[in-house]
């Protein structure tokens, strides 16, 4: 139920309400110390009440300093009402292994409403927290709220708002992807996944479904969003919740394509079984196809890679 201290929240910024639901940021970072450097600051602004949500970092095994430049961060703001903490991890796990962690610490927190994933190079705006939460708080149902993501380079282009799984196409069609944001329904809509890179989630959903597949990078939002739908929750897209994100390369990238491949084949066996040994033949011929090519031969070997891996119930960082 919206209540009316939060009511007087979204109509009244000025007179912001202790009584706001508690939120815990988890942020997970590899080697983007600037980029989560600038994005902590704006976090520190958000037009939210100050005690009522904090932050914690889960640090994937940095090499770039990222651990000394959180500490003095966390040093500096100290006297804060925020409450920052930082996960240093042994060694880099992933996305979806930083989520989890950082998923599990909120839990074991056990004062937080609600959960806000977030990319450390994504760049909220100073209400799209307010906009989450208040997106949330209106639904009766069970409901995860994703957030629309923009292009970092062109803020008025949506990149994704959400997105429809395509099973037999063997990839995700992105929603309003390439429109202009003024094109957005005003209504919150529903989606078969919200991105990782700004997804709100009820502690109860979280304790509920615990963290991410091990996948390691791509994919978990999906997983774990459809896992969310068969425990009653909707996923819904709250269009006036932004955040701008570089937007993905094109070009080959060494380990992607691995990822992609095996993990879809993952959800597909949990989620959509009936297409998993079309999917597994149809990559199987493609990658066949592109190895008498030289210039796709490294994507080749990596899908094959990925079909051995899945069917050897591989998971996790590519080995």
Known sequence: MFTKEFTRL???TSNKSASAPIIEIVIVTYNRKADLLDQLRLLMHLDYPKESYG????????????????????AHNEDSKISIRA?????NIGGSGGFSKGIG????????????????????????????????????SKSIIGGVILDKSNVEKVTEAGAK????????????????VNNLPEERFESEYASAACMLIPMAAAKELQGFA????????????????????????????????????????????????RNFLYVAARHYSIATPYLFIRFLVKATICSLSHRKRNESLETFKALFDFMTKTQGKLQ
């Open 10 to 12: 979204i109509l009244n």
């Open 55 to 74: 932050i914690t970092i889960v640090n994937n095994c940095s090499n770039d300093d990222t651990a000394s430049a959180v500490d003095e961060f966390i």
């Open 87 to 91: 996960l240093n991890l042994p060694e």
């Open 105 to 140: 610490a909120a839990i074991s927190q056990n004062s937080a409403d609600y959960i806000w994933l977030l990319d450390d190079d994504a760049t909220p705006q100073e209400n799209t927290l307010k906009r989450l939460v208040g997106g949330a708080e209106r639904e009766a």
């Open 165 to 180: 799984v395509r099973w037999w196409k063997a990839r995700q069609e992105l929603l309003f992807s390439g429109e202009k």
């Open 214 to 261: 091990n996948f390691f990078l791509h994919f978990d939002d999906v997983e774990w969003c459809l896992r969310a739908k068969k425990a009653g929750y909707k996923t819904l897209i709250e269009p006036q919740a932004r955040v701008a994100h570089p937007t993905k390369k094109e070009l080959y990238r060494p380990g992607i394509k691995y990822y992609d491949v």
